[in-house]
């Protein structure tokens, strides 16, 4: 009968002790068994919505930098006879404008107008116009800036496969 006793009282004081280290680690301030599992378990949630944000924000980090690697914009506009055609980067972007060229060869538009910068970043702003001698086919916003994205996907992978 002692030993059962002395034992109990060691479950007792260990089941104590595991209380106070809990009650220490979730910033309780209960004392019940009770209280001190629900703080602990309302702790537990809150840790769980602290990883969601993390991984969240990591996602987002992510994403930022991949689009700092290829931070390329496409702005196209339909206009009476053409289309306006916009392409900006804030850093440089050597050899895209010989990729954009072959994309306006390849949809079969003549470059009525165009403006290229590339002191601070890469800007390229033209009006492409349909040729008459190409087919009949008509083209629309959609399937320029398809073609043009084209251009700057394969421009972007030759980069890559250079470094």
């Known amino acids: 009968m002692k030993n059962v006793v002395s034992r109990e009282r060691r479950m007792a004081a260990a089941t104590c002790k595991k209380m106070r280290t809990l009650r220490s680690i979730t910033n309780s301030h209960a004392y019940s068994k009770t209280s001190i599992i629900l703080d602990a378990t309302k702790y537990i949630d809150e840790l769980k919505h602290r990883v969601e944000r993390i991984n969240q924000e990591i996602a987002m980090a992510q ?74 086919e008509c083209l629309n916003v959609q399937d320029i800036k398809r073609g043009v994205w084209k251009a700057i996907q394969n421009w972007s992978n030759q980069v890559k496969e250079r470094t």
């Open 63 to 136: 994403n930022s930098t991949c689009q700092k690697s290829c931070p390329v914009q496409l702005r196209v506009e339909a206009q009476d006879k053409g289309f306006v055609i916009k392409v900006f980067s804030e850093r440089c972007c050597g050899g895209l404008l010989v990729f954009l060229l072959e994309a306006f060869e390849e949809l079969g538009l003549d470059i009525f107008q165009a403006r290229v910068s590339c002191s601070e970043g890469f800007l390229f702003e033209a009006v492409g116009v349909k040729d008459d001698q190409g087919s009949s």
